[in-house]
């Protein structure tokens, strides 16, 4: 069951790929695996998946402990300072960093473990109260202060969009963060590329697709309603 429902997403980013003439490959559909049980990451797995989102630093070290180890692992949730250590060397990439003091902490256990650390910078577009990320007009100058970390690399950006029942009501917003992208990449900063961008959930991943999402995260509409009270 939970594969067809994978295989229908990965069919509805087919489709808007082809709408805007883009190639499927370079969209990746992430597992938003949160809550579920690990039985149900390996039935995707299986049917070919090999990028998971977790948003809780435990949820995720302890899924990473049992499962294959070829799995790409992405922290999409907020991260506090103070787990940082328990990640660096376990995620292919994270995508909440909102701002430069959690960006030295990542800087500083890459150093510590020697490895590389990937990031986006989690934006809010849309200006939400209720959520983390950065304001639009911050983004830039924080690009520029992270890039001078050693042990990170900022590689995109990444956002939230609002709770809609119309998903045509985030497009605006993902064609916002497109765009913020598209102007930061052309300051050619160092250490900084702007290839990827995430966004887009189980409500809004073809709009988001449509207006350029690399990577979208889709929980819901591959593993079902999510039981927060067990
Ligand atoms: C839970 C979550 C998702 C997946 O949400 P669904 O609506 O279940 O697809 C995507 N991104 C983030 C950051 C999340 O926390």
Redesign the pocket.
């Known amino acids: 069951m939970l594969k067809e429902n994978y295989q229908a997403v990965f069919r509805n980013i087919t489709k808007a790929c082809a709408n805007k003439g883009r190639n499927t490959d370079d969209v990746t559909l992430?597992a938003?695996s949160?809550t579920k049980p690990v039985s149900d990451l390996q039935e995707i797995y299986d049917a070919g998946c090999r990028d998971f989102?977790e948003?809780k630093v435990q949820e995720l070290c302890d899924k990473y402990e049992v499962l294959p180890k070829d799995i790409r692992w992405h922290m999409?949730?907020h991260l506090q300072r103070n787990k940082v250590k328990y990640i660096v060397d376990k995620v292919c990439l994270i995508?909440?960093v909102d701002s430069v003091r959690l960006a030295q902490e990542i800087s500083k256990e890459a150093v510590k473990k020697q490895v590389d650390v990937d990031i986006l910078l989690e934006v809010n577009v849309a200006e939400e109260e209720s959520k983390f990320g950065l304001t639009v007009s911050a983004v830039e100058n924080t690009v520029r202060e992270i890039a001078k970390m050693p042990g990170v690399h900022i590689k995109g950006l990444?956002t939230?969009a609002p709770y809609v029942d119309d998903p045509e009501e985030n497009r605006q917003y993902f064609a916002q963060l497109h765009q913020l992208s598209v102007d930061i990449s052309s300051k050619n900063i160092d250490n900084v590329s702007m290839n990827v961008l995430s966004m887009g959930?189980?409500?809004d991943?073809m709009v988001a697709t449509e207006e350029g999402a690399t990577l979208v995260?889709?929980?819901?509409?591959?593993?079902g309603q999510?039981n927060y009270s067990i």
């Not at 995260?217 to 593993?223: E, L, N, P, Q």
């Open positions: 992430i938003v949160k989102g948003n999409i949730g995508h909440s990444m939230i959930m189980s409500g991943y995260r889709v929980g819901t509409g591959i593993f999510r």
